[in-house]
């Protein structure tokens, strides 16, 4: 006796196709996206960004106002606005400090060149923050990423970007004063 076995055609996965910044920007000026509010680019992939609780609106907010009054003569600060780092990202950090006065960035947004510190407030969105978006910041050359992380309550502080990630880590926990350098 025989058994005969039946076996299915698998359909050829999907293709996967990458954007650039520049088409990234064309989609969101043409109004193609629905909401475009809810995703950002990272990888030259629409991802998803993730809904913010209490505790991480706060802490966004706490740490905004900490690096504000620490701001010297020539820089500013944003919130939840993108920042363009070729060729295929464009993240929203919760917290970037960026080159110049608001007036700058009506027209443009800010690039790495500008940009001395971002920080990502993380709990959902660790892997992703410590996976893609670290790859991210360092591949486009942001001098200084920190995660606040509210899970294991302590600062992680990348820094030294290169091609392969950030050479430098460091980890301060609950207490533990975390040292700002913006522009030298």
């Known amino acids: 006796m025989s058994t005969a076995t039946t076996t299915r055609p698998t359909a050829p996965s999907p293709s996967v196709h990458r954007i650039t910044v520049d088409e990234y920007e064309r989609i969101i000026e043409a109004g193609a996206l629905e909401d ?8 030259g992939e629409l991802v998803d960004k993730m809904g913010k609780t209490a505790a991480h609106g706060w802490v966004a907010k706490e740490v905004l106002k900490a690096l504000e009054s620490r701001l ?6 944003r919130k939840d606005e993108p920042v363009r780092l070729p060729d295929y990202d464009e993240p929203e950090p919760d917290v970037a400090i960026v080159r110049g006065v608001d007036a700058d960035y009506e027209f443009r947004l800010p690039t790495a060149a500008d940009v001395a510190l971002v920080v990502e407030v993380s709990a959902s969105t660790l892997g992703q923050d410590r996976g893609q978006k670290l790859s991210a910041y360092a591949r486009g050359g942001i001098p200084v990423y920190w995660i606040v992380n509210l899970i294991d309550r302590q600062v992680e502080v990348y820094s030294r ?22 522009g030298g």
Do not use: C, M
């Not at 970007?161 to 913006?182: A, D």
């Open 72 to 77: 010297p003569a020539g820089w500013t600060s």
């Open 161 to 182: 970007p290169g091609k392969n990630g950030y050479r430098s880590h460091k980890t301060f926990g609950t207490g533990e004063q975390v040292h700002v350098v913006i």
């Open 36 to 43: 475009p509010g809810r995703v950002e680019l990272i990888d």
